[in-house]
């Protein structure tokens, strides 16, 4: 089988897995990279969205042929627990989550519109963030929360 290489987070990965394993799973199972989630694993809740050449997908549908070759950003590489990107802190001082489990996906997709178009209207930023569905935060806080860090440009290092 032949080797496909990944650049996961500016690093190139090899593996030799089958070219039909969704890149979600690569990322969790073979990289251990868990902060992508798998919620639905059919493109319906954005849990597992990264970036991929500066586009945000959900990487449960990119198969990891399809990824071969291209650059894909987790939201490991955005910042630490104990260093976190203005992004993740702005949601965490806004209290813009509950459960979390949907809120890696929403940063990525957040992440890619922001680096396309640092000031989104509003219409541009709803429909960014169309496709990342959240169970249990009722949305309020965290759109609050996103309105602040694109009003105060918050997104930066
Ligand atoms: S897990 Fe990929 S869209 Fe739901
Ligand atoms: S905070 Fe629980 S799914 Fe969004």
Redesign the pocket.
Known sequence: MDVIHIDVNGQVRETDSDPATPLAMFLREELELRGTKIGCGNGECGACTVIMDGRAVCSCLVPLGRASGRQIDTIESLGEVDDLHPIQQKLVERGA???????PGVVMSLVALLRANPEPSDTEVRTALQGNL????GYVKLLEAIGEIVREGAHER
Not at 97 to 103: K, V
Not at 134 to 137: E, G, L, V
Request: aromatic share 18%.
């Open positions: 989550f509950q459960c979390g489990f949907c809120t959240c169970r249990c935060s």
